[in-house]
């Protein structure tokens, strides 16, 4: 079993930044990579950003790029998603999340931090 707890969500202003970070504990290390996605009130979950535990690749989605990054820490087994220049749309809850392997499908949930951006 894997274990994820977000950290980091808040109230920000159109324009501002935050760093959401996600630790990561249990049975990792079979995970292949991390990642980001997000649920804004009456909306399906979607993709954020993604990365590779080893090499780093990572994947955003197109309304992120540019202005969002994803990193990790092996060492701590943390992974982070820098969000600057924060639209009112960006608001949602953001949830880590994890694979079981390469080849395998989003498996393990954190519980999400509300990140809410006011114009």
């Known amino acids: 079993q894997v274990q994820l707890i977000e950290s980091g969500g808040g109230l920000v202003q159109a324009g501002g930044s935050l760093r959401l970070s996600c630790a990561a504990s249990g049975r990792t290390f079979n995970s292949y990579r991390k990642g980001w996605f997000r649920q804004a009130p009456g909306k399906e979950r979607e993709f954020v950003a993604s990365?590779?535990?080893?090499?780093?690749?990572?994947v955003y989605a197109d309304s992120v790029k540019g202005r969002f990054s994803i990193s990790r820490d092996n060492a701590k087994n943390m992974v982070y998603l820098q969000m600057n220049n924060l639209k009112p749309e960006d608001t949602a809850v953001y949830y880590c999340?994890?694979?079981?392997?390469?080849?395998?499908?989003?498996?393990?949930w954190g519980q999400g931090t509300q990140v809410t951006v006011s114009s």
């Open positions: 999340t994890t694979d079981r392997g390469a080849s395998t499908t989003w498996t393990y």
């Open positions: 990365i590779t535990w080893i090499g780093g690749n990572t």
